[in-house]
């Protein structure tokens, strides 16, 4: 037997789960009776599984050199066992790297480059998404009331939660910075009677959007715009904001300014929530062993994370007063494997939506995508956060006796009346 082979072999004794590869001669390697089996096409992605390469192994099954038989639960299982270590530490950077992401962080993220990589993720297919998102297609992390709770209630409420954390009222201004397929938009101007305007960089999701209002006659108060949030008119300040899912698009580099440009957008007194993507490691703005690289290339060009430290530190430098923080990792966890279960169980419809040789390549990177992602999630290599936030007081001495220019009341009891 050959080295590469006698080192997959050990690899493989060292698995939670018995796993069987079939080698391109046909030969077979491992448990014959594994509830997983790959079938490789191309030997380098022996090497790849030795090392404990993840990401790597992900684009050699997006290239289709491997075929995977099995579920893609088991799969991530087993990934997570190959890896040499974790993924945090492997991508954590010195200075001097520090310091050239944050420049190629400046470079990457213009208005135009953040609207073609916006465009190349969303306007994917709305048919696509709409296979394994639930009914409002809300493309962020559920929330989780019970632990039965469908993917759809899940959604809903979390659609509620971050309006009730905002105190969303009758006739507010309410500004969605990055508002997707309009689930949170909608809900609160129908459930909260706010004028509520949204921005997206998608062309899908903004004639998705705007078909709806007009559906359902909210014309009058709720709008969507194909519009930068740099774009955004500040003569006229919002009343309460929300940012979800949208600034790990942002770049690092630019957090600062981000914060500041809602700041601005905000009136005195008023709340913002921004809910979002946090990396688990302090120094790195991804994660390790190619996972990173493999989300770069494939499925969120541009996209970058932050430690919830840094987070709040860009905040405070933005002006902003962090007043509540939570911690949503293990509900997009949860989030993600229903994605994921839901594209598994419709791999046939999809592979009509998305046509031909790329359309398979594509469909292959998503379910590496949602899965790995997921798993991520489970073992806290990456978190979610939900942050509310305030422009800062500036020396008052009423804020608990509940003036009524001020939103945000000092007690954590509102959130669950």
């Not at 998608?202 to 559906?215: D, F, M, P, T, W």
Request: proline residues 4%; contains cysteine.
């Amino acid at each position: 037997m050959s080295p590469v082979l006698s080192a997959v072999e050990t690899k493989l004794a060292t698995l939670p789960l018995p796993i069987q590869l079939v080698m391109p001669d046909g030969q077979s390697l491992g448990a014959p009776d594994a509830s997983i089996r790959l079938i490789v096409k191309d030997r380098s992605t022996l090497a790849h599984l030795v090392a404990g390469q993840v990401g790597i192994l992900g684009e050699d099954y997006v290239e289709g050199k491997f075929d995977v038989d099995g579920s893609m639960r088991d799969l991530m299982y087993v990934a997570s066992a190959v890896l040499p270590g974790s993924p945090i530490e492997a991508a954590r950077v010195g200075r001097l790297t520090e310091l050239i992401r944050r420049l190629v962080s400046v470079w990457r993220h213009s208005i135009e480059r953040d609207a073609r990589q916006i465009q190349f993720h969303y306007d994917l297919s709305d048919e696509f998404y709409a296979l394994w998102l639930d009914p409002l297609r809300v493309y962020s992390c559920g929330y989780f009331k019970t632990p039965d709770a469908s993917l759809a209630q899940a959604q809903e409420a979390k659609l509620d939660h971050i309006c009730r954390k905002l105190r969303l009222r009758q006739g507010e201004r309410f500004l969605d910075v990055g508002a997707g397929w309009g689930g949170l938009l909608l809900w609160a101007a129908e459930h909260y009677g706010v004028d509520a305007t949204g921005i997206t960089l998608s062309k899908n999701q903004h004639a998705h959007v705007s078909r709806l209002i007009e559906e359902k006659g909210l014309s009058g108060r709720v709008r969507m715009e194909l519009l930068d949030y740099r774009n955004l008119d500040e003569s006229k300040p919002y009343d309460k904001i929300a940012s979800v899912g949208m600034f790990e698009h942002v770049g690092r580099a630019q957090l600062d300014e981000y914060f500041a440009k809602l700041h601005r957008l905000l009136r005195p007194g008023g709340l913002v929530m921004n809910h979002g993507i946090t990396a688990g490691g302090i120094d790195n703005s991804g994660l390790g062993a190619g996972m990173g690289e493999f989300i770069e290339k494939y499925i969120f060009p541009g996209g970058e994370l932050t430690h919830i430290s840094r987070v709040l530190e860009h905040m405070t430098n933005g002006g902003l007063e962090n007043l509540d923080i939570e911690n949503l990792r293990p509900h997009y966890a949860r989030t993600l494997w229903a994605w994921s279960d839901a594209l598994e169980a419709k791999l046939p419809e999809a592979r009509k939506i998305l046509t031909g040789e790329q359309g398979e390549r594509t469909l292959r990177a998503y379910r590496m995508y949602l899965a790995g992602c997921a798993m991520g999630f489970e073992h806290g290599w990456i978190a979610l956060h939900q942050i509310l936030a305030q422009p800062n007081s500036g020396g008052r001495t009423d804020e608990l006796d509940n003036p009524q220019d001020i939103a945000y009341p000092w007690r954590r009891n509102y959130i669950y009346e």
